[in-house]
């Protein structure tokens, strides 16, 4: 019975968060490794993307509930995610436009797009901050969990609880049905086929008669989506504040590295690795080894915490700086960077 106790503790506050947390990784890691294998650029504005999305995704969210149009227990969001990508694919189409295709077409090294991608960075967070403030955006409605505390004690007559929160499990839903469409498209449409061609060899690509303004164009209609995406779901799962998605970068950026940056499984797998790493690391495993070592004399008296979760995103750039040092091209191949 301790030993089950011990398994719904670490399901409970390891598993089901890292699982969760990583999938929103996964889906924010895909997006950085298609700007960088197809455009050629790391794209340090890919966090305040996700901002910029989910705000535009949270307005209509809005709207909708005040307009008292909802989809019953699941949240009012996801009927509002398909306007927060049009919205997202629309700015960074005009981006693109504006500022990215002048450098394209100077064939500009990549350091210097990664420069203006930072300077687009500070503006979209400027934006995003003048849009909808500085202060945390509770949007979440509908029913709140699939498993509850009482009902999951009252079925099983365990003293520890399994909670699955409804906002985890559309995550784990959702970023599986986004990853297994990206796939799909990649692998088997001629618009996939035509983008991969493009990332392995631009001139041959380009003798082949492939239109390289069509293929930056769906590039990043697609970033938008799974950046939009990914900052729904993050939001959802706690709350929206537009400093924490600036702060995402990075471990976005270690995942889409640590599985091989350019290499869409990787990012994937990356996403995981990260956040299984972070959810880890940070967790104060008393909560578990109380349940193993029952008796006084074996029940740890500390938090058994490695780290602080305020030093959670340390443990990303740990990760991240000793896989550009012993595997730079990351656990898959990937481009090394």
Not at 182 to 209: V, Y
Not at 227 to 239: D, I, M, N, Q
Not at 264 to 283: H, L
Request: proline share 4%; with cysteine.
């Amino acid at each position: 019975m301790e030993l089950l106790n011990a398994l719904v503790a670490l399901a409970n506050y390891v598993v089901i968060p890292a699982v969760a947390y990583g999938s929103q990784l996964a889906l924010g890691a895909l997006g950085v490794t298609l700007v960088y294998g197809i455009l050629r650029f790391s794209n340090f504005a890919h966090g305040d993307t996700m901002a910029f999305g989910t705000t535009i995704a949270i307005f209509f969210t809005w709207a909708f509930q005040g307009l008292g149009v909802t989809l019953g227990p699941l949240p009012t969001a996801l009927l509002a995610l398909p306007l927060g990508i049009a919205g997202c694919a629309l700015f960074v189409l005009g981006t693109d436009k504006v500022i990215y295709r002048f450098y394209r077409r100077q064939r500009a090294a990549p350091v210097i797009l990664v420069i203006v991608s930072m300077g687009v960075m500070f503006v979209m967070n400027g934006v995003v901050r003048f849009m909808i403030g500085v202060d945390d955006q509770n949007f979440a409605d509908g029913a709140r969990f699939v498993i509850d505390a009482r009902s999951f004690r009252d079925a099983t007559g365990l003293d520890e609880p399994l909670v699955l929160r409804l906002p985890t499990l559309i995550t784990l839903v959702t970023a599986a049905i986004a990853v297994a469409l990206l796939f799909w498209f990649l692998n088997r449409t001629r618009t996939g086929k035509s983008m991969r061609a493009f990332s392995d060899n631009e001139d041959l690509a380009l003798l082949s008669g492939i239109n390289p303004e069509r293929v930056v164009m769906v590039t990043w209609i697609i970033v938008a989506a799974l950046a939009t995406t990914a900052g729904v779901l993050y939001g959802l799962e706690k709350s929206f504040k537009p400093f924490v998605y600036f702060q995402l970068l990075l471990p976005i950026f270690a995942s889409a590295i640590v599985g091989g940056l350019g290499n869409p499984v990787g990012a994937v797998v990356g996403g995981f690795v990260i956040a299984f790493s972070e959810v880890g690391i940070t967790y104060a495993w008393k909560k578990v080894l109380e349940y193993l070592a029952p008796t006084e004399a074996l029940e740890p008296s500390g938090l058994v915490q490695l780290l602080s979760t305020d030093y959670k995103f340390a443990v990303s750039f740990a990760i991240l700086i000793l896989v550009l040092l012993f595997r730079p091209t990351g656990l898959f191949k990937g481009q090394s960077v």
